[in-house]
């Protein structure tokens, strides 16, 4: 049973260029949910993708948006980058169609932005 | 805002010994919550959970208690071994699906 994948593993970027962020969920899961975590920090909530739809958002500016395929895998976008966005971004997975269900997390990608 | 925090950031101990690592939440309408193991270069990794309505769960060498009175929430792991060592993250969710994460605490497992 394939767990939550990522991709890439890691990528450099320079200031302003835009990155696209890949991830497949968990087989039998529909609802992807994305997270930026810091350095020494924990995970940040970014936004939750649910039939293809953005369900919820957290405190993230439009330059990062995302996008759900029929599949359930789903893309993160993040436009204009700046040094700040350098992070691990995490993918979850979880069934959105029970309330509260457990979010299962892939290894995430690595950004540097230079 | 709502948050979520874990009391110290590090903790260190023998191995063989009790783990016990404690939690603090303030979102009273939060009713479902995670524990999460975080190992170095990897994506947190799924220990524990427990809904609102109950007060204990027991794993596989782990138990989670939550205190909703106090708005605690504590993970024990017994007979902790090298390969716990790790950082420890709690996540509350209310019923607007998102996660929300502490800070963390790293543990160390001394041989």
């Known amino acids: 049973d394939a767990g939550v994948t990522q991709s890439p593993t890691h990528l450099i970027k320079t200031r302003g260029q835009q990155v696209t962020l890949r991830c497949s969920p968990k087989?039998?899961?529909?609802?992807v949910s994305w997270y930026q975590q810091a350095l020494g920090q924990g995970p940040q909530f970014i936004f939750q993708y649910y039939e293809e739809e953005e369900r919820q958002r957290g405190n993230f500016p439009d330059r990062f948006s995302g996008h759900q395929f029929p599949n359930y895998s789903s893309e993160l976008n993040v436009n204009a980058l700046l040094l700040g966005d350098s992070a691990l971004y995490l993918c979850a997975s979880s069934s959105g169609t029970v309330g509260t269900d457990t979010q299962y997390f892939g290894p995430g990608t690595r950004l540097t932005v230079l | 805002g709502e948050s979520v925090g874990l009391h110290l950031p590090t903790l260190s101990v023998q191995e063989g010994d009790n783990s016990i690592i404690n939690c603090a939440y303030s979102?009273?309408?939060?009713?479902?919550f995670i524990w999460y193991k975080q190992e170095s270069g990897k994506g947190p990794q799924f220990i524990i959970d427990?809904?609102?309505?109950?007060d204990k769960r027991q794993g596989q060498r782990v138990t989670v208690l939550l205190n909703k009175t106090v708005k605690h929430l504590s993970l024990q792991i017994a007979a902790t071994q090298p390969g716990d060592s790790a950082v420890y993250f709690c996540a509350e969710e209310s019923n607007d699906y998102k996660l929300s994460f502490g800070a963390g605490t790293t543990v160390t497992v001394r041989a």
């Open positions: 979102n009273s309408a939060s009713d479902y």
């Open positions: 087989s039998g899961h529909d609802t």
């Open positions: 427990i809904r609102s309505n109950m």
